[in-house]
């Protein structure tokens, strides 16, 4: 399989197809550059080890007759004209009957309008902006949007960690952590906590927190909510720790595990994951032994969050009996109480599912399950 990955990244141009009998699925990847060691092999693995294991079982039977899947990889390198030109062909030259990718909001966003044009449906693993699914149909997601974790961090900071005080420290250019920060206020002080600090910076002011932190000091929160990524983040819990503020710090999945888990001020840290393989659940379990056993290595949250979007696939080709693309879109607009990797997953107002939060906590160098928080 992963000779079957390099043939299709080097000559992206050229569809890595089966017999135009097979149920065609296309997979738009950023697997070159920085992506090419992460999410983007994680992507490959996931959907050609989801078809081994459906092929090696007979394929999908739709009206009786046995159909084999086959992925048709495009590598899009993380550039949205690419994405979208790699996409034109996929649907157009290879009619594949779904789409699963792009990861990213980036590329997913001009892809999801032509999938919505086209009236194919169209999968994204990882993309967590609105617009990627707003007013499109055919265009759905695995991943939780923002405002689910918002509200799940809120529910955690009052009920699990009994917090009463929260400071919030959120880079104020950013949409992500600024309206993640909104959501996690509006829940926060629904259940009767109080914000006593909204300390904001932008990214050029993001290597020096000393004054803000000095003041979040002297107001004595139980947690601060800084909701930015791994490299501000890093200094901002640092700094706090040489300021001598001995609170909780509460972050969301824009923290990078294998970044931060090694940094002892994050001991303690809380943050949210759309996945982890130490989730331990039956679904869960039986992916990561299965990606374990074909690849010898752990797979990561795009790579689940990818083998849910086939799954979900699957199970709505069967459940139309058609491989009609939107017979497959109603069916899976249908899906409900799906039992994936990633978790239980419900689309029951378009294509932005219903799901859990995971809640994780940073204990000796490592990231440890805590909590579950259901929507």
Known sequence: MRRFFLACAAVSAVACAKPASDIRIGLLVGATGQHRLSSGVAMVQSAELAAQIVNAAGGIMVRGVPHRVS?????????????????????????????????????????????????????????????????KSYVFRIAFMDDVQGKALGIFARESLRAKRAALLYDVASDYSRNLTEVFRAEFTARGGVVVNDEQFTSDQASDFTAPLKRIRAAHPDLIFAPNFSGADSLLVNQAHELGLQVVFLGSDSWSPEILAPLPEMEGAYFTVQWHPGLATAAS????TQYRGAYSTLPDATGASTWDAFQVIFAAIRSAGSLEPDSIRRAIAATTGFRGATGVLSYVSGGDPRKSVYIMKFVKGQGVFQRRVDP
């Open 285 to 288: 379990d039986s992916y990561v």
């Open 71 to 135: 992925v048709v990889i495009r590598d899009i390198g993380d550039q949205a004209d690419i994405a979208t030109s790699q996409a034109r062909d996929l649907l157009n030259r290879d009619s594949v009957v779904a789409l699963v990718g792009p990861q990213f909001s980036r590329d997913a966003i001009p892809v999801a309008s032509l999938a919505q044009q086209a009236r194919v449906p169209m999968i994204s693993p990882m993309s967590t902006h609105p617009s990627t699914t707003l007013g």
